[in-house]
């Protein structure tokens, strides 16, 4: 298995291809998350949660993390195994994320009775967070309630 070190010019290269996409205009060719996610997979320690906080460090505005409890809620399952977060998995995934920020957006605005309500705008009400922390910390804020 290799290591971080050893994958970093790939994943790098990889990452760099999706410079313009984020969570609003998700439109990412499976077959590159694809080999976004499986190269992340082959390093040695890294599990779906892992890899979920390192595509988010690298893409914060596109990869949620998520971690093994909200994994199994979103998906229903038991355990979180390597082989559980599959492509259809995360894709699944970032397209519910994907509708839950559009949804947060759009509940706001029609609260705080903007037109033309800007991403900007929910960032700034938020302390500048990222669209995708402000979700990760609802989900975690959830996922306590529920416990």
């Not at 390093?43 to 505005?61: C, E, R, W």
Request: aromatic share 12%; glycine share 4%; no cysteine.
């Amino acid at each position: 298995m290799p290591s971080l070190q050893t994958i970093s010019l790939e994943f790098r290269d990889n990452i760099d291809e999706l410079k313009n996409i984020n969570i609003i205009n998700e439109n990412i060719e499976e077959n590159k998350l694809l080999s976004i996610y499986y190269l992340l997979n082959r390093v040695n320690g890294m599990g779906p949660t892992a890899i979920s906080k390192y595509l988010h460090m690298h893409k914060p505005d596109l990869f949620i993390m998520w971690d093994k409890q909200i994994f199994i809620d979103y998906f229903n399952i038991n355990t979180v195994l390597k082989s559980t977060a599959t492509l259809k998995g995360i894709s699944s995934f970032l397209k519910a994320m994907k509708a839950e920020v559009m949804e947060a957006i759009k509940n706001y605005s029609n609260i705080k009775g903007i037109k033309g309500f800007q991403v900007k705008d929910f960032q700034i009400e938020f302390n500048n967070e990222t669209l995708l922390r402000i979700i990760d910390k609802y989900n975690y804020m959830i996922e306590e309630k529920y416990l």
